[in-house]
């Protein structure tokens, strides 16, 4: 391995950087797919408890509002995860390919 000057830049990442992080995305995703699933099972038995009138809002169709939204931010970040697993796998099999 060579040893950088301090004003020099490594040019591309190496495979092995991008495993560690490739490594760390994949557990991150996994965990925020365990936990859709508890939010999934959550709302499940939430929504046994919802209002049924159809005019007023209560404490539980609120809570199922906002677990709603943080389940689908689940998924766009669980989408958002795999993508830059794609793109760092891309780099290191392919190289710096420019995408714009």
């Given at each position: 391995m060579r040893i950088l000057k301090f004003n020099e830049q490594v040019e591309n990442m190496s495979s092995e950087r991008i495993d560690e992080i490739t490594e760390e995305?994949?557990?991150?995703s996994e965990y925020i797919n365990e936990k859709k699933e508890f939010f999934d099972q959550v709302l499940n038995e939430l929504d046994q408890f919802k209002s049924d009138?159809?005019?007023k809002i209560d404490q539980i169709d609120e809570t199922i509002k906002n677990m709603q939204l943080i389940n689908s931010t689940f998924?766009?970040?669980s989408d958002k995860l795999d993508n830059c697993m794609v793109?760092?796998?891309?780099y290191k099999d392919e190289g710096r390919q420019y995408l714009y």
């Open positions: 995305l994949t557990l991150m009138n159809s005019n998924d766009d970040l793109e760092l796998k891309s």
